[in-house]
């Protein structure tokens, strides 16, 4: 896969290809019609229901007004196509073209390419079986007459609102809100039987989904949304029910649900759109500017898009292969969307940077998708913060937005460039940050912590981020004892900043060191109630022989890590790269900044590790970026600052000197 030649051979007007990011489009211009072709030309008519294939080749759509069944094709760029239907209203059984539908509603896929529709216009359930290009009418008998049970061909269907698939014992459930009525379709024998009729529990069905193998419904009982598992009973003597009913969890207006990553999750028709329900947690979306989407505001455009007094038709749906990843039908929009639960809401703001995954990060899903790069980046506090602009003095804490941050602006753009260029990979940016506030040192944890999460996340690339200002807290890299590889420990260990300097100072890692910046009075010995005072790095910098002790702590563990990580293949047989991101930073030394540059120069140079300098580009483009630093930390880059940053990132990585990373 030659990514950057790919890209560098882009031309204007060529192809694009959907986004990929946190929420996105699938298909659908906007506008209400009938046109099929390119995922973003293409035209619907209130798209509703939504099933995927068996394959996950092709995303199913009930086109309802358009009285049609849609195929988005996921593998070819999204390119929309008809499935059935002539568009003409009917209920006439023929090729797939040839025939008819009125108003489908819902559609779920069997297997050996079969799909069953909610023909609700008709009162009946169709099946479409691609294999011989049929439609045939598999249930209901198109009226009102109140027959409720017996073979699929008789009995009367009205009012369906939610339809799911069973594997286990091949059927299809329903429900129908207005008869207060749970039914299962048993495909092998064509006969419908009631599961629940006019339950205390369950009073008003609605939604349906599979959730560990069990029908889960959502109810609308006493003023309040209620989700039950239905599990089938051990023994079905006479008198005895058929299903047993467990609540799971509760919401509020239900009017679809879908199971992910062992959550249940619901579009609901009220202020708050988007939840899980067991337990019931209202789930955020972000804007890549750092906000949320809010219900009731337009800025919900194209988002929830349905009748207010919509009770079934909207299509919601788990993708199977990306955890918390969900398909959904607009209908007023006339859209297909995706979107991602990846704890936004949690962590945006949070002073918290630590997710259960051991990223610093929204929370990924431990398996990568298809046809993704994955770029995990180390770094300090720069990696995770990004003040807005403020006139004055402003708390950072209070102002941080994680979308502002480089990390999250680069991923930003590599899709956004893929998209318009046709390249047919995705990217996902994750962090691993330490403050160094906390006694971590940039040159110590990265070697203990970033290759157990290149592996668990199965990153392509992983890279460290470091600025001039990453060299001031040296003093930290010498708080705990070297370790049997040879290096000092990931973080400060308390007790061993206890002993006496004296002891401390003759680890045999730092020993010359110490020996050198004493000899040149740098460092003084350990006073009395007191400890030895650092001084400025620019000290060491300046002094040709404690420089090079100071290359040889630092560079050593990152060497070890570059190599580390360079001899491992990831899961798609790929190198993994590794490299040191380098920028200037803004904090007022003692020294030129220069003597900071040529300090990371030597320390690759030394350890073999490649480097991304940004200097240049960095200096050239940052007047035009200002003001590009933090109000009052001005060691840190503020959210024009890492815009800059994640724009000459993306620039170098899809450079030709870099492109071994994508080959």
């Known amino acids: 896969m030659l990514f950057v030649i790919c890209f560098l051979s882009a031309r204007p007007g060529s192809a694009l290809r959907p986004m990929v990011h946190y929420h996105d489009l699938v ?18 008519n209130k798209p509703s229901g939504l099933a995927l294939s068996l394959d996950r080749k092709r995303l199913f759509v009930a086109d309802r007004n358009n009285n049609r069944i849609r195929a988005i094709l ?41 799909l069953v529709v909610n023909d609700h216009g008709n009162k009946r359930l169709r099946l479409i ?32 609102v939610g339809m799911v698939y069973s594997p286990s014992d091949h059927s299809v459930y329903f429900s129908q809100y207005g008869r207060r009525l749970i039914s299962r379709l048993d495909l092998k024998l064509s006969v419908i039987s009631t599961v629940l009729s006019q339950n205390n529990l369950i009073q008003r069905p609605r939604a349906l989904c599979l959730f560990q193998n069990h029908v889960c419904v959502s109810s609308e009982n006493s003023g309040k949304d209620q989700v039950f598992m239905l599990k089938p009973a051990g023994n079905r003597s006479a008198g005895s029910p058929r299903f047993s009913i467990k609540l799971i969890g509760s919401g509020k207006n239900i009017v679809a649900l879908a199971a992910s990553d062992n959550s249940i999750y619901a579009i609901q028709n009220g202020p708050v759109p988007f939840a899980k329900v067991n337990p019931y947690q209202p789930v955020r979306i972000t804007t890549k500017g750092g906000l949320f989407l809010d219900a009731s505001s337009e ?135 330490h403050s160094v506030a906390l006694d971590y040192s940039l040159y110590n944890w990265p070697y203990y912590e970033l290759p157990d999460l290149q592996e668990k996340f199965d990153a392509d690339i992983v890279f460290l981020f470091v600025t001039s200002s990453s060299v001031k807290n040296y003093q930290n890299i010498f708080q705990g004892p070297s370790t049997r590889e040879g290096i000092l420990g990931p973080k400060a260990d308390i007790e061993y900043t206890l002993k006496p300097e004296i002891e401390r100072f ?116 940052k007047t035009t970026y200002a003001p590009a630093y933090d109000a009052v930390f001005d060691s840190h880059f503020n959210s024009q600052g890492n815009d800059l940053l994640a724009k000459i990132i993306c620039h170098e990585l899809l450079d030709k000197p870099w492109s071994r990373y994508w080959k």
């Open 27 to 44: 298909a659908g211009q906007g506008s209400p019609g009938f046109r099929d072709g390119g995922f973003s030309t293409s035209l619907f």
């Open 74 to 114: 996921l593998g070819r760029d999204n390119q929309v196509e008809t499935l059935a239907g002539s568009g003409e209203r009917g209920d006439k059984d023929a090729d797939l073209l040839k025939s008819s539908f009125n108003e489908p509603l819902q559609v779920v896929t069997l297997p050996n390419d079969q």
């Open 299 to 433: 800025s919900m455009y194209p988002f929830w898009g349905f009748s207010k007094h919509e009770v079934g038709g909207v299509g919601f749906l788990a993708d199977p292969l990306e955890p918390r990843k969900f398909f959904m039908a607009t209908q007023d929009y006339h859209t297909v969307i995706d979107f991602k639960d990846y704890d936004f809401g949690k962590l945006m703001g949070s002073e918290n940077y630590d997710n259960p995954d051991g990223l610093s990060d929204f929370r990924y899903p431990i398996t990568k998708p298809p046809h993704t790069i994955r770029i995990l980046v180390g770094g300090d506090s720069q990696t995770a913060q990004a003040n807005q602009i403020s006139e004055g003095p402003i708390t950072p804490f209070k102002k941080r937005k994680r979308m502002l941050t480089y990390p999250k602006q680069l991923e930003l753009l590599l899709n956004t460039e893929a998209a318009l260029n046709d390249i047919p990979l995705n990217f996902e940016v994750l962090v691993d940050r």
């Open 129 to 160: 079986d691609l294999k011989n290009h049929q439609i045939t009418t598999l249930a209901g008998n198109g009226s009102r007459d109140g027959k409720w049970e017996g073979r699929a061909s008789r009995v009367s269907l009205e009012n369906i």
């Open 506 to 621: 003759s680890d045999p890692f730092v020993k010359t060191f110490y020996k050198k910046a004493f000899e040149r009075g740098y460092l003084k010995p350990e006073r009395p109630g007191g400890k030895t005072p650092w001084p400025n790095v620019g000290v060491f910098l300046q002094d040709p022989e404690t420089r090079l002790e100071l290359e040889k702590i630092m560079g050593k563990g990152l060497g070890m890590l570059c190599r580390k990580l360079n001899a491992r293949k990831n899961k798609s047989g790929r190198q993994v790269g590794f490299f040191i991101c380098y920028t200037p930073g803004q904090e007022r030394h003692a020294v030129p900044e220069e003597k900071f540059h040529q300090f990371w120069i030597d320390v690759c140079s030394d350890n073999a590790i490649p480097l991304m300098d940004l200097t240049a580009p960095f200096e050239a483009l």
